[in-house]
């Protein structure tokens, strides 16, 4: 394989890795107020938070070429054709996908064990890092693994913002792509195998841990 | 309520009678010939009862569905290689590979760049991103690397590409105003809707000439119409108004 290829899986990896824990932070409260919230138009924040579901991937990155640009009339350097960009991407991208398992695990463990905390005296934030987070492990792991895989296989936003640049953006479904279109099936069937055996040994991985989780949980 | 029904049997009917001659034909075309190929195929439908599907696409995808039984029944390429491989594994009708255009580069930006003698020097005195068709993959993207080279700027510039993977992807990031500059295709300095406030058509002597070919897939009547249509009078005009020469 060559070493470009081999440095687009790395740059994948990355992307993966980073976007996930930027997910997890930002998504983490809004799952909490969704699981929370008995504001009578939750189900609108829920609706949005599932778009990124039903939007062809594309077209979500025409139209964030379209915003990168939109900042260049302002005389902001454009976000297209960089890393970061590429984060904005993929968090949008795989929203859903961290913020669904989060909120679902927050609204298992329901109210009475907030309820004792707060009766023992423990305030809402310690109540949530030591009895929610724990309680909530599993959907935390589940969020993560489907943010990371998720984004892992991210194509058409990257396409769409990317522009290819070797360490910056040229991420590994993008160099597959390349070199399908190249008309270079050999090196295309590598990479696409080395993805595809990460991604296995990763979720395999992190459900299996998910699954002793849940015994010990239980 | 018998005549509804007496109605729409005739109806059939004539649908019948109506498609007996006519044929249907796909036509895979690469995206930097589609706004010429739509225009010549309303000129053609109006004189004749067959009708063209056009699927739009790289000639690199349109290869590898073709080798997969996809059911085109005419390709016309960006390039003469792609043709040319499908014709070698005998997937092109024989004496059907023609050439149909040959594209013209053109350098464009949004905003106004001062005039200056040497056009490509304004990539050297201005800063900001510059977007090029893949010259791995493209046709355009191949003759954007020969004309940096040849002007002794492709080493220097490197640093400020971004590679869309065709001509068309260029021109999206020049459009939505993330690159300053980007090589594109001529035939979009014809889009309506764009208007660009600095193009300079890139000399045909700085590259190697982009052979644009075409051949027929599943033979019929109707392919060969077409395809006769197409070097035709009318369709020269066509593609010459999207700034193509002729071969």
Same mark, same amino acid.
């Given at each position: 394989?060559?070493?470009?290829?081999?440095?687009?899986?790395?740059?994948?990896?990355?992307?993966?890795?980073?976007?996930?824990?930027? @997910? @997890?932070?930002?998504?983490?409260?809004?799952?909490?107020?969704?699981?929370?919230?008995?504001?009578?138009?939750?189900?609108?924040?829920?609706?949005?938070?599932?778009?990124?579901?039903?939007?062809?991937?594309?077209?979500?990155?025409?139209?964030?070429?379209?915003?990168?640009?939109?900042?260049?009339?302002?005389?902001?350097?454009?976000?297209?054709?960089?890393?970061?960009?590429?984060? *904005?991407? %993929?968090?949008?991208?795989?929203? /859903?996908?961290?913020?669904?398992?989060?909120?679902?695990? +927050?609204?298992?463990?329901?109210?009475? /064990?907030?309820?004792?905390?707060?009766?023992?005296?423990?305030?809402?934030?310690?109540?949530?890092?030591?009895?929610?987070?724990?309680?909530?492990?599993?959907?935390?792991?589940?969020?993560?693994?489907?943010?990371?895989?998720?984004?892992?296989?991210?194509? !058409?936003?990257?396409?769409? *913002?990317?522009?290819? *640049?070797?360490?910056?953006?040229? &991420?590994?479904?993008?160099?597959?792509?390349?070199?399908?279109? !190249?008309?270079?099936?050999?090196?295309?069937?590598?990479?696409?195998?080395?993805?595809?055996? @990460?991604?296995?040994?990763?979720?395999?991985?992190?459900?299996?841990?998910?699954?002793?989780?849940?015994?010990?949980?239980? | 309520?018998?005549?509804?029904?007496?109605?729409?049997?005739?109806?059939?009917?004539?649908?019948?009678?109506?498609?007996?001659?006519?044929?249907?034909?796909?036509?895979?075309?690469?995206?930097? +010939?589609?706004?010429?190929?739509?225009?010549?195929?309303?000129?053609?439908?109006?004189?004749?009862?067959?009708?063209?599907?056009?699927?739009?696409?790289?000639? !690199?995808?349109?290869?590898?569905? @073709?080798?997969?039984?996809?059911?085109?029944?005419?390709?016309?390429?960006?390039? %003469?290689?792609?043709?040319?491989?499908?014709?070698?594994?005998?997937?092109?009708?024989?004496?059907?590979?023609?050439?149909?255009?040959?594209?013209?580069?053109?350098?464009? %930006?949004?905003?106004?760049?001062?005039?200056?003698?040497?056009?490509?020097?304004?990539?050297?005195?201005?800063?900001?991103?510059?977007?090029?068709?893949?010259?791995?993959?493209? /046709?355009?993207?191949?003759?954007?690397?020969?004309?940096?080279?040849?002007?002794?700027?492709?080493?220097?510039?490197?640093?400020?590409?971004?590679?869309?993977?065709?001509?068309?992807?260029?021109? =999206?990031?020049?459009?939505?105003?993330?690159?300053?500059?980007?090589?594109?295709?001529? %035939?979009?300095?014809?889009? /309506?809707?764009?208007?660009?406030?600095? &193009?300079?058509?890139?000399?045909?002597?700085?590259?190697?000439? *982009?052979?644009? =070919?075409?051949?027929?897939?599943?033979?019929?009547?109707?392919?060969?119409?077409?395809?006769?249509?197409?070097?035709?009078?009318?369709?020269?005009?066509?593609?010459?108004?999207?700034?193509?020469?002729?071969?």
């Amino acid at each position: 394989m060559m070493l470009t290829d081999f440095n687009a899986v790395l740059l994948t990896l990355k992307l993966a890795l980073v976007s996930t824990l930027v @997910l @997890l932070v930002l998504g983490t409260p809004l799952a909490w107020w969704l699981a929370r919230s008995r504001w009578r138009y939750r189900f609108l924040v829920d609706a949005a938070v599932a778009l990124p579901l039903v939007l062809p991937p594309t077209v979500l990155g025409f139209y964030l070429l379209l915003a990168f640009g939109s900042g260049g009339l302002m005389g902001l350097p454009t976000l297209a054709f960089t890393f970061t960009g590429l984060v *904005i991407g %993929s968090v949008i991208y795989s929203l /859903p996908f961290v913020v669904q398992p989060l909120r679902d695990a +927050f609204v298992a463990v329901g109210t009475p /064990p907030l309820e004792a905390a707060a009766t023992l005296g423990a305030t809402p934030l310690q109540a949530f890092f030591s009895v929610v987070v724990p309680m909530a492990r599993p959907g935390f792991l589940t969020a993560a693994v489907l943010g990371f895989a998720h984004t892992m296989g991210e194509f !058409g936003v990257v396409l769409m *913002i990317g522009g290819n *640049i070797p360490g910056e953006t040229r &991420v590994a479904s993008i160099a597959i792509y390349e070199r399908v279109e !190249g008309l270079d099936y050999v090196a295309a069937h590598e990479l696409a195998v080395l993805l595809l055996l @990460l991604s296995f040994g990763l979720l395999a991985l992190v459900y299996g841990l998910n699954r002793r989780a849940r015994v010990v949980g239980a | 309520m018998p005549f509804p029904a007496y109605n729409f049997l005739f109806y059939i009917l004539v649908l019948c009678v109506g498609q007996a001659d006519a044929a249907e034909l796909r036509v895979a075309v690469a995206s930097n +010939f589609y706004l010429p190929m739509q225009q010549i195929v309303s000129a053609y439908e109006q004189q004749s009862d067959n009708t063209i599907k056009l699927s739009i696409g790289s000639s !690199g995808k349109h290869y590898a569905q @073709l080798q997969n039984g996809a059911p085109f029944d005419m390709l016309f390429s960006a390039d %003469s290689n792609t043709v040319y491989l499908l014709e070698q594994q005998e997937l092109v009708i024989p004496g059907t590979r023609f050439t149909y255009a040959i594209g013209r580069l053109a350098l464009v %930006s949004m905003e106004r760049e001062n005039d200056t003698e040497a056009k490509l020097g304004v990539l050297a005195q201005r800063a900001g991103r510059i977007a090029i068709a893949n010259p791995m993959l493209a /046709p355009y993207g191949r003759a954007t690397q020969q004309t940096l080279q040849q002007a002794g700027l492709w080493a220097q510039l490197q640093p400020r590409l971004v590679i869309g993977e065709n001509a068309s992807q260029a021109l =999206q990031f020049v459009a939505s105003r993330n690159a300053r500059f980007g090589f594109v295709a001529a %035939s979009y300095l014809s889009m /309506p809707k764009l208007s660009f406030a600095f &193009v300079w058509l890139v000399p045909d002597w700085m590259h190697e000439p *982009i052979v644009q =070919q075409a051949a027929i897939l599943q033979d019929s009547p109707a392919a060969r119409d077409f395809a006769q249509f197409i070097v035709g009078e009318s369709g020269a005009a066509v593609i010459t108004s999207y700034g193509y020469h002729l071969p």
